[in-house]
Every structure is written in C-alpha cells, then in structure tokens.
C-alpha cells in the first residue's frame, strides 16, 4: 500500500501543479497572519468629523466615501468648525474626547488681530503633544530626490506657539519662546519609541541651541537623556539652518527627526516640499488619549477659492492620513486596501490633481481610489 501511495502522490502533485501553476503564487500573494482580532474589535468606531474650511469639506467627502465603499467599520459624527470662531465649540471637544479619534480638515486661521488660532487650541486642549507628518517618494510621481522617507515628529504644546505675547510700549512687543524638561523629555520618548516601533534606525534632533542655549539646550539635554535608552538607535544632532539646507540637497540621510515646535512646522513643510508637495503628506496629532488626522504639512493651509470653486483639491494626504488612522483604531486590512488604492492611482498617472501636474477633479481622483480598492 505504500508502494503505492508514493507514486501516486507524486502523480497528484504534478497534476496540480499542472491544472493550477498559479497555486504558490496564489497564496504567497496573500497577506501572512499578523493581526489577531480581540472578539468584539470589528465593532464600528466612532470619529469626530470637522470638515473645516475651505478645501475642508471636499477633502474630508472624498475620505468619507472611500470609507464607506470599503465597508470601513468606522462613521463620522460631523460637527461645522470655522477657523473665524473665538474658541473651539465645547460640543466638539466633548466629542473627540468620548470617541478618542477626530478626522479634521483645514482651518483657516486669521493673521494678527489676537484670534487665537483653532488649530493650536485644539492640540493645548487635548494636550495633543506629538504631530507626526511622514514625507516619503510615492511611486510614479517624479521629484527631484529619490529615497525619500522622512518622519518628522515635532513638539506641539509649547515653544513659540505658546502664544505668550504682549506689548511693553507702544511699538515693542515680546513674545516668549518656553521650553520645559518635561515637554521636551515625552517628545523625545515619543520618537525614539516610534523609531524602536517602527524598525527606523536614525533620530536626529533639530535645534539652534548654538543661539538659544538654554530654551535649546534643555531640549537637547532631554533627548540625549532618551537616547541612552535606546543604544540599537543611532542618534544625531543638527541646527536647524544646516537641517534645512541638508534637507534640499540631501534628504536621504534623514530618518526620523524630532524638534521643537517652531522648528517641526519649518521643517515639515520643506520635507513635504522635496517628496511631492503637501497634498500628498499623510499626517496626525496624538497624545495620551486623543489622536486628531490631518493632512500632514501646512494643516492650517485652506486651499485658494479658485480650487475649491473649480472643486479640484488633492485628497491624497488626508486619504493617506485616514489610512494612518484606522491603523491607529487597529483595522490594519483597511488601512492597507485604502493605502494601496491611493498608490496605484498615483502611479498609474491618470488621475492627478493640478498640483501633480495633472487637472483632475476631487471627485475623479475619489471615484479612481474607489475603483482601485481590492
């Protein structure tokens, strides 16, 4: 009997093989088993949705109907914030507090005139003390860099956002730049865990303590503190006018950075501007609690009438922003379909926005993501 079984499994074999040669292909394509599910984590999330201003409510429709193409088990409790408001509604802090994740668009913050920007109300509010904005090359979109996958981590409670300004006479204002151990200390803590987290190798830390000795100092103190916890990291230092100009000539050797507050927005904005521009940078705000996505770079940036009459925004950075979210909710399949949707539009080249040289609409972009999905 088992003379004969060997040559007929052999025969089996190689007739399978031969219906079927894409058998191994076929299950080697499939993702390998890396998330088990808890029972009851399929439950629909509830998100905070501010659509905001300007290009706000196109970007944040193209997220919600990717959503629900796909089935995402999340829905948007929708509230109308304007960046022209006094203070963020209670409401909508009570919200994002009980659902712990808000998706947001832009909102327009007024220059001079003391209003209070509702961006920066938002992160003090909800101690929202690390933004995250990831700056990579997305395939098929051509930049002047190759290689390009930066982590910019920047503190967001503090520094010169602080809004701690005055005038001391007529015609001399002050405006305090204030830094703390312990702000500086839970940044640090935060990208070197994201860095350990996330099999990155390098954190550089961006300051001007060559200048601001103290106020900079303590940062740089704090995180050199921190690195000695993490000896499998490699870990650097850099002023902030010798960052940017390695920035625009040599991006690739940065990995993960963490700054202070003023410094991440610079910074940000010029790494978003090397890999593809802000309209494709996914980013976020979280803190112990919270987490606010946005677009990445230039969150506060509105878009110009023109773009939002002719309904031609890029929805990619807070499509991709989304995909950061519902990994954060831990829905990492959903995250991966939306991810590699927006991908292969963008690579594919047929539906690009003006500002990727191309003169699709927002919704052609959406409906192209949608057909996309697996």
Avoid: W
């Avoid at 916890?229 to 050797?253: A, F, R, T, W």
Wanted: aromatic letters at 6%.
């Amino acid at each position: 009997m088992a003379k004969r079984s060997v040559p007929l499994l052999k025969q089996l074999l190689s007739s399978s093989s031969a219906a079927s040669p894409s058998c191994s292909s076929r299950f080697t394509s499939h993702r390998s088993v890396t998330y088990m599910p808890r029972p009851g984590d399929g439950t629909p999330r509830a998100v905070t949705l501010i659509p905001g201003d300007g290009i706000g409510p196109l970007v944040t429709g193209a997220v919600e109907q990717v959503m629900e193409a796909m089935h995402a088990p999340v829905y948007f409790e929708r509230y109308d914030v304007h960046g022209d408001m006094p203070k963020v509604p209670q409401e909508v802090i009570d919200s994002i507090k009980k659902n712990k994740v808000c998706l947001k668009g832009g909102l327009a913050t007024p220059m001079g005139g003391g209003v209070s920007s509702l961006n920066v109300q938002l992160r003090k509010q909800l101690d929202l003390y690390a933004s995250l904005v990831n700056c990579f090359n997305l395939p098929g979109l051509p930049t002047r860099h190759d290689n390009v996958d930066i982590v910019v981590i920047r503190e967001n409670t503090e520094g010169e956002y602080a809004g701690l300004e005055h005038e001391v006479v007529p015609g001399v204002v002050e405006s305090l730049k204030v830094i703390t151990k312990f702000c500086s200390e839970r940044i640090a803590k935060y990208a070197f865990e994201y860095a350990y987290l996330n099999n990155r190798r390098k954190v550089t830390a961006v300051h001007k303590a060559n200048i601001m000795k103290l106020a900079d100092g303590l940062f740089l103190e704090s995180c050199r503190e921190v690195a000695t916890k993490y000896p499998g990291i490699k870990y650097n230092e850099i002023i902030v006018d010798n960052c940017c100009m390695q920035l625009v000539s040599k991006p690739e050797q940065f990995d993960v950075m963490v700054t202070p507050n003023l410094y991440g927005n610079l910074v940000a904005n010029t790494a978003a501007g090397i890999a593809g521009g802000t309209g494709v940078m996914p980013g976020g705000n979280v803190g112990a609690d919270h987490a606010v996505f946005e677009q990445g770079a230039s969150a506060g940036n509105v878009g110009n009438e023109k773009v939002t009459e002719q309904k031609k925004a890029n929805p990619v950075a807070l499509l991709l922003s989304s995909a950061m979210m519902l990994r954060h909710l831990q829905f990492p399949s959903f995250a991966d379909r939306l991810e590699t949707a927006v991908k292969g539009v963008i690579s594919e080249g047929k539906h690009r926005t003006k500002d990727l040289g191309g003169s699709s609409t927002t919704q052609e972009v959406v409906d192209a993501v949608i057909a996309a999905l697996d």
